[in-house]
């Protein structure tokens, strides 16, 4: 079960500074008992919940989690609710000419001011009491929180509440081995099928299901559903615009000694203001958790609208939705032709020119605009340093496999077609290519990507040899230990196996000093650079194939612990990316290792009972093909989310492999690989002693 990893830089110092921070009833050892008052600040209940956590008070940890997590919720609604308030009670006047003029502008700054205070004080308290750090705020966006509540509520045996708290958690963080483990653990225990979201972006909702039901073709709940998705779109909007009207980060200066002018400051403020605005574009746009926003998103609502509103026949709103997305891309060829469609099937009926991009459209691209023209106009003289981002990417495209069916297309042969092909996704750098030579005659091939239902996959047999496989399980019996290349866990993804790891450095200095035959430790690196040299053959790759990482893993079941187990060894995931099979997606960003192109795994033995390995479509359930590993055998693919996989459960013995991963990048090589090159350098010369090879045996090389 995961239990979330502690965020020590900011709790550290929320946990010293708990006694000052907490309300009278926690730190009367009465939890978080009572709710009068002024609104407590959410970091505070976060560090008292966690403190209770780690106590084992899960009853408290739980209560105090669940009211940060309100907390933080009503600070936001609160916020949101004065401004709003104080907008329509304080107008802001403009300046008039002469001396003076720009007091009465400034008068009703002040006046919006007074009244936002007014407002949030009841309420919130002073204002000081709510400025959460920054690594407390990043918990909060990762959904922290939740890992411990799902924790928390197991040890209460609250199963539907955990159930919950965990898929919320895992929507943000889909990475997450062990919580997807976690929430099949309830499903299978609670029956519980449907779970929910806590934290979940209605606009994004929406938006996903009326894609869902265009991808059905059942166009008249699309219509529905994208409709609801952009009206809160633009609802959200409107409240991010808001929010940024709040407290600003001067990163550029030590407030203490800040001592710029009137304009200067108002300028410097007002700058950041306007960016966190500009931005709410890309805030929208992108799922909890994720970095990279999905691309195109609000013109994709348009493009989905103008071909589903001509599916039900209703052609104005169809020509409405295209000229809407036109706004955004004026050059797109296909929505061009697909209006000039939508205005030939009314003509005679009414005045095409007469139908007109959407209000709300038009008014936030206007807005967009000025707010880009004002950030550059300021880089250019106030010396700000700005880049304006993309934010409407054609590659973002709708992806349509159909065109109009026969059946209800009337236009002529010779007249024009309603444009519904796929659109251009980004071309790979390289394409794509395998069935390149092998280069060892011993190496036997045994299956192709399309005979493993997938794409960029290969399956070899006899890369090593019999005895190989046993020189290197001895060698591995020797130099590994348990939890080495996981971070110290032995049980990094199922805590009913014990993971044991070592690097081919680590085997060369063990063999260099004595502790295993050097020239078995050379073995982990000859068999390594084999591997290398097959699967850059294979793939018939253009450029050299580096190391990222090397390493030699043995899993192994625990006993006792294999009764009605129903975990994976390693569960679903891709190399590159973050696989996020609710949404079909694979984020290509941190923390997941993007700079990997290609991944092998080579093992050494079958003397065990399960350690299937799978590839799955990218829903982590539907499994494409499986594979049983034997001494001698490589499997070797692409490792992007074409390519999701997984290992069945060890439910007995010890599944031993050399675990690959490769770079096209020269940047992203493996330093410890560098390493062992110079080190096996130095040994090919003439038998060198130690002092003239400099190096010492006791360093780690």
């Given at each position: 079960?995961?239990?979330?990893?502690?965020?020590?830089?900011?709790?550290?110092?929320?946990?010293l500074l708990l006694p000052l921070l907490l309300p009278a009833a926690c730190r009367a050892g009465g939890g978080c008992a009572g709710e009068g008052g002024?609104?407590?600040?959410?970091?505070?209940?976060?560090?008292?919940?966690?403190?209770?956590?780690?106590?084992?008070?899960?009853?408290?940890?739980?209560?105090?989690?669940?009211?940060?997590?309100?907390?933080?919720?009503?600070?936001?609604?609160?916020?949101?609710?004065?401004?709003?308030?104080?907008?329509?009670?304080?107008?802001?006047?403009?300046?008039?000419?002469?001396?003076?003029?720009?007091?009465?502008?400034?008068?009703?700054?002040?006046?919006?001011?007074?009244?936002?205070?007014?407002?949030?004080?009841?309420?919130?308290?002073?204002?000081?009491?709510?400025?959460?750090?920054?690594?407390?705020?990043?918990?909060?966006?990762?959904?922290?929180?939740?890992?411990?509540?799902?924790?928390?509520?197991?040890?209460?045996?609250?199963?539907?509440?955990?159930?919950?708290?965990?898929?919320?958690?895992?929507?943000?963080?889909?990475?997450?081995?062990?919580?997807?483990?976690?929430?099949?653990?309830?499903?299978?225990?609670?029956?519980?099928?449907?779970?929910?979201?806590?934290?979940?972006?209605?606009?994004?909702?929406?938006?996903?299901?009326?894609?869902?039901?265009?991808?059905?073709?059942?166009?008249?709940?699309?219509?529905?559903?994208?409709?609801?998705?952009?009206?809160?779109?633009?609802?959200?909007?409107?409240?991010?615009?808001?929010?940024?009207?709040?407290?600003?980060?001067?990163?550029?200066?030590?407030?203490?000694?800040?001592?710029?002018?009137?304009?200067?400051?108002?300028?410097?403020?007002?700058?950041?203001?306007?960016?966190?605005?500009?931005?709410?574009?890309?805030?929208?746009?992108?799922?909890?958790?994720?970095?990279?926003?999905?691309?195109?998103?609000?013109?994709?609502?348009?493009?989905?609208?103008?071909?589903?509103?001509?599916?039900?026949?209703?052609?104005?709103?169809?020509?409405?939705?295209?000229?809407?997305?036109?706004?955004?891309?004026?050059?797109?060829?296909?929505?061009?032709?697909?209006?000039?469609?939508?205005?030939?099937?009314?003509?005679?009926?009414?005045?095409?020119?007469?139908?007109?991009?959407?209000?709300?459209?038009?008014?936030?691209?206007?807005?967009?605009?000025?707010?880009?023209?004002?950030?550059?106009?300021?880089?250019?003289?106030?010396?700000?340093?700005?880049?304006?981002?993309?934010?409407?990417?054609?590659?973002?495209?709708?992806?349509?496999?159909?065109?109009?069916?026969?059946?209800?297309?009337?236009?002529?042969?010779?007249?024009?077609?309603?444009?519904?092909?796929?659109?251009?996704?980004?071309?790979?750098?390289?394409?794509?290519?395998?069935?390149?030579?092998?280069?060892?005659?011993?190496?036997?091939?045994?299956?192709?990507?399309?005979?493993?239902?997938?794409?960029?996959?290969?399956?070899?047999?006899?890369?090593?040899?019999?005895?190989?496989?046993?020189?290197?399980?001895?060698?591995?019996?020797?130099?590994?230990?348990?939890?080495?290349?996981?971070?110290?866990?032995?049980?990094?993804?199922?805590?009913?196996?014990?993971?044991?790891?070592?690097?081919?450095?680590?085997?060369?200095?063990?063999?260099?000093?004595?502790?295993?035959?050097?020239?078995?430790?050379?073995?982990?690196?000859?068999?390594?650079?084999?591997?290398?040299?097959?699967?850059?053959?294979?793939?018939?790759?253009?450029?050299?194939?580096?190391?990222?990482?090397?390493?030699?893993?043995?899993?192994?079941?625990?006993?006792?612990?294999?009764?009605?187990?129903?975990?994976?060894?390693?569960?679903?995931?891709?190399?590159?990316?973050?696989?996020?099979?609710?949404?079909?997606?694979?984020?290509?960003?941190?923390?997941?290792?993007?700079?990997?192109?290609?991944?092998?795994?080579?093992?050494?033995?079958?003397?065990?009972?399960?350690?299937?390995?799978?590839?799955?479509?990218?829903?982590?359930?539907?499994?494409?093909?499986?594979?049983?590993?034997?001494?001698?055998?490589?499997?070797?693919?692409?490792?992007?989310?074409?390519?999701?996989?997984?290992?069945?459960?060890?439910?007995?013995?010890?599944?031993?492999?050399?675990?690959?991963?490769?770079?096209?990048?020269?940047?992203?090589?493996?330093?410890?690989?560098?390493?062992?090159?110079?080190?096996?350098?130095?040994?090919?010369?003439?038998?060198?002693?130690?002092?003239?090879?400099?190096?010492?045996?006791?360093?780690?090389?």
């Open positions: 079960m995961a239990s979330g990893s502690r965020p020590w830089g900011a709790l550290l110092l929320l946990l002024p609104l407590e600040p959410f970091d505070a209940l976060y560090a008292t919940g966690v403190e209770a956590y780690y106590g084992g008070d899960f009853e408290s940890a739980a209560r105090c989690l669940e009211r940060a997590l309100r907390s933080r919720r009503e600070l936001r609604d609160t916020r949101l609710r004065c401004q709003r308030l104080c907008r329509g009670q304080v107008r802001l006047a403009a300046p008039a000419p002469g001396a003076g003029g720009d007091l009465p502008f400034f008068s009703s700054v002040l006046l919006r001011a007074g009244c936002v205070r007014r407002c949030e004080e009841p309420r919130l308290g002073a204002a000081s009491r709510h400025r959460a750090a920054e690594e407390v705020r990043a918990d909060f966006q990762r959904r922290v929180p939740y890992s411990y509540l799902q924790r928390a509520y197991i040890q209460l045996n609250k199963l539907e509440e955990a159930a919950n708290a965990a898929h919320t958690f895992f929507m943000a963080n889909p990475e997450h081995m062990e919580i997807q483990q976690d929430i099949e653990n309830y499903k299978n225990t609670a029956g519980k099928v449907s779970l929910i979201d806590r934290e979940a972006k209605q606009h994004m909702e929406d938006y996903s299901a009326g894609v869902k039901h265009y991808d059905k073709e059942e166009y008249e709940l699309a219509i529905d559903f994208l409709e609801s998705a952009l009206q809160r779109y633009y609802s959200e909007d409107e409240d991010c615009q808001i929010m940024c009207e709040g407290p600003q980060r001067f990163e550029e200066y030590e407030y203490l000694e800040y001592k710029a002018g009137l304009y200067e400051a108002i300028a410097d403020h007002y700058m950041q203001v306007l960016a966190c605005k500009h931005d709410c574009v890309r805030e929208l746009a992108t799922r909890s958790g994720r970095i990279s926003p999905i691309e195109n998103f609000l013109p994709l609502h348009y493009d989905y609208l103008q071909f589903a509103y001509y599916r039900v026949g209703d052609y104005v709103k169809a020509l409405e939705c295209a000229k809407s997305y036109l706004l955004f891309h004026p050059d797109d060829e296909d929505v061009l032709e697909n209006a000039s469609y939508y205005e030939g099937l009314l003509e005679g009926t009414m005045d095409p020119d007469t139908v007109k991009p959407r209000k709300e459209a038009k008014t936030l691209l206007r807005r967009h605009k000025l707010e880009s023209h004002l950030l550059q106009v300021a880089a250019a003289g106030l010396g700000y340093t700005y880049t304006e981002p993309n934010y409407w990417n054609r590659y973002g495209a709708r992806q349509d496999e159909h065109s109009v069916p026969s059946s209800i297309s009337s236009e002529p042969e010779e007249g024009p077609r309603l444009l519904l092909a796929k659109k251009p996704m980004p071309k790979s750098d390289r394409e794509l290519k395998e069935g390149g030579p092998l280069l060892y005659s011993d190496v036997k091939f045994v299956y192709n990507s399309q005979q493993l239902n997938g794409t960029q996959r290969v399956l070899l047999d006899n890369v090593i040899s019999e005895e190989q496989c046993q020189e290197l399980h001895k060698v591995a019996s020797g130099i590994m230990l348990a939890g080495d290349g996981y971070r110290g866990k032995t049980s990094p993804h199922t805590p009913n196996e014990r993971f044991e790891g070592a690097t081919v450095l680590k085997a060369l200095k063990y063999g260099y000093e004595g502790r295993v035959p050097l020239k078995s430790a050379r073995l982990f690196y000859d068999i390594s650079e084999k591997a290398r040299k097959i699967v850059e053959s294979y793939f018939m790759l253009n450029s050299t194939l580096y190391f990222s990482y090397t390493h030699l893993v043995c899993r192994t079941a625990l006993s006792g612990q294999q009764e009605r187990r129903n975990d994976l060894s390693h569960p679903i995931h891709a190399d590159n990316c973050l696989l996020d099979p609710e949404a079909n997606e694979c984020w290509k960003e941190p923390p997941a290792y993007t700079f990997r192109d290609y991944s092998a795994l080579l093992y050494m033995n079958a003397d065990f009972e399960g350690g299937e390995f799978i590839f799955t479509e990218m829903d982590a359930k539907t499994v494409t093909a499986s594979i049983k590993p034997k001494c001698g055998r490589m499997i070797s693919f692409s490792s992007g989310g074409e390519n999701p996989h997984g290992v069945k459960a060890v439910t007995k013995g010890q599944r031993c492999a050399v675990a690959l991963w490769f770079t096209l990048d020269p940047l992203y090589r493996e330093l410890e690989r560098i390493q062992a090159d110079e080190v096996i350098a130095m040994l090919d010369q003439k038998h060198l002693g130690p002092s003239e090879m400099n190096i010492n045996p006791k360093d780690e090389l």
